[in-house]
């Protein structure tokens, strides 16, 4: 059974930094390319950053230059170096593990403060 766990989430004023954390327990990880989603209150889960199974990574233009995505393949985790934080990117992050299929964990909760 594929578990993923985010932390790392928590309450930072406007311009503060936070690094957000998943790991997956699971065979393969290596194998599936990871992405980063965020659900701010009463609207759709958007997708943040993310980073296939060959390293190339990709972010929605919000976060482009103030976001890093990572992945460490031996410790089976994901990460995601937010700065510059704004209060628009509240929110709920989940962490996502794609290939034929798609497992979420069950997020971490983010708010910045103006």
């Known amino acids: 059974q594929v578990q993923l766990v985010e932390s790392g989430g928590g309450l930072v004023p406007a311009g503060g930094s936070l690094r957000l954390s998943c790991v997956a327990s699971?065979?393969?990880?290596?194998?599936?390319?990871t992405r980063w989603y965020r659900q701010a209150p009463g609207k759709q889960r958007l997708l943040v950053a993310s980073?296939?199974?060959?390293?190339?990574?990709a972010y929605a233009d919000s976060v482009k230059d103030r976001f890093v995505i990572s992945r460490d393949n031996a410790k089976n985790s994901l990460y995601l170096q937010m700065s510059s934080l704004k209060p628009e990117d509240t929110g709920v992050y989940f962490c996502?593990?794609?290939?034929?299929?798609?497992?979420w964990g069950q997020g971490t909760q983010v708010t910045v403060s103006s």
């Open positions: 996502n593990v794609y290939r034929n299929v798609e497992f």
């Open positions: 980073i296939n199974l060959n390293g190339t990574v």
């Open positions: 699971m065979f393969g990880f290596d194998l599936y390319g």
